[in-house]
């Protein structure tokens, strides 16, 4: 069986006209344009797109001057059993430490020592929960000597005094512990040596650029008689 052929009309020019006069008659998107509420939803949709590309632009910015530092110690690594002697069983002295990576957009530091496993409920009511916090130390400072108070302000601990507390854990009991050291973008946080360290911690967050962490462990041993 043999299909019937199909015929196509032959087209035999094409003469678009892409002019446009004012006897023809207005397109739909002038037409639309000239009703004063399209044209302000318009207006209002450059804005938005216009100020999305600023924020973006800005954010993007902003990131690729992120700002970053290191925190470490001779005497142990992140993770390690924290040395007797940085601990009330030792001398209880403070670590040495160094800070690398300080950039100029760091204006001062500060660092907090905290135990992770304090019992909150023998603390219960009070915001001096830290075993050691100093802030508005200058950015200058890349070292802090072992058993040396540093420069700056010292915040009220955990036993009631202004100074370095080592770890006291109860015997045979093994507590986490952290230090924290913070860049920050101001040149004085304005926290009285009498704040509590949740009250620091809020401060250093609206000026914070960046921090480094070491985190140690520590088991209570017999006190010696």
């Not at 036993?159 to 040149?187: E, I, M, Q, W």
């Not at 509590?196 to 401060?203: F, M, R, S």
Request: aromatic share 8%.
């Amino acid at each position: 069986m043999r299909l019937p052929k199909l015929r196509f009309p032959r087209i035999r020019h094409i003469s678009p006209s892409l002019s446009w006069s004012p006897n023809q008659p207005q397109s739909w998107v002038v037409r639309w344009l000239r009703n004063p509420y399209n044209a302000t939803l318009i207006i209002l949709l450059v804005i938005i797109v216009v100020s999305g590309i600023v924020w973006l632009t800005n954010r993007t910015g902003s990131s690729s001057k992120k700002v970053d530092i290191q925190l470490s110690s001779p005497s142990f690594a992140n993770g390690d059993n924290l040395p007797t002697q940085f601990t009330c069983d030792g001398e209880n002295i403070s670590p040495e430490f160094t800070i690398k990576k300080v950039s100029k957009e760091v204006k001062t530091l500060a660092i907090i020592f905290e135990d992770l496993d304090i019992d909150k409920e023998q603390y219960k009511g009070s915001p001096y929960l830290a075993q050691q916090m100093v802030w508005n130390i200058p950015a200058t400072v890349t070292t802090f000597v072992q058993g040396v108070r540093p420069p700056g302000t010292m915040g009220r601990t955990i036993s009631g005094n202004y100074n370095y507390n080592g770890p006291c854990p109860p015997v045979g009991k093994t507590h986490n512990y952290r230090f924290t050291v913070y860049a920050l973008s101001t040149d004085s946080l304005a926290v009285g040596a009498d704040s509590g360290v949740e009250d620091l911690k809020k401060a250093i967050s609206a000026v914070e650029l960046s921090k480094s962490e070491l985190n140690v462990s520590y088991t209570g041993v017999n006190k010696k008689d």
